[in-house]
Nanobody, 124 residues
Framework: QAQVVESGGGLVQAGGSLRLSCLAPKFDFHNYAMGWFRQAPGKEREFVAAINSKGDDTNFADSVKGRFFVSRNNDKDTLYLDMNNLKPQDTAVYYC?????????????????WGQGTQVTVSS
């Protein structure tokens, strides 16, 4: 059984917006940081954004800074990724993941629970 489940992907035109959600009811969500990663066709999976357990510290990849925002609702065991001004190069499968700790990590090796991913396609 998946520990985290992503939703909200889809097809959007360049310049548009999408909100991804990640539901994580199977562990003490409020005790862990959370992260978003993505993998484009033919490329390695890369870090996108992360948020600490309390939700008061965030980190973003340079490629998405100022366009993407990460947030969480610990009462609902849910992580969000708001993506604005989307570009064709944002096309990828987006993954939600849980690290081993409450503080942010940008390294994939810190993450132990991964979702199945949700496809985001941005048309030009």
């Amino acid at each position: 059984q998946a520990q985290v489940v992503e939703s909200g992907g889809g097809l959007v035109q360049a310049g548009g917006s999408l909100r991804l959600s990640c539901l994580a009811p199977k562990f003490d969500f409020h005790n862990y940081a959370m992260g978003w990663f993505r993998q484009a066709p033919g490329k390695e999976r890369e870090f996108v954004a992360a948020i600490n357990s309390k939700g008061d510290d965030t980190n973003f990849a340079d490629s998405v800074k100022g366009r993407f925002f990460v947030s969480r609702n610990n009462d609902k065991d849910t992580l969000y990724l708001d993506m604005n001004n989307l570009k064709p190069q944002d096309t990828a499968v987006y993954y939600c993941a849980r690290p081993r700790q409450s503080w942010i990590s940008t390294s994939q090796t810190s993450y132990v629970d991964w979702g199945q991913g949700t496809q985001v396609t941005v048309s030009s």
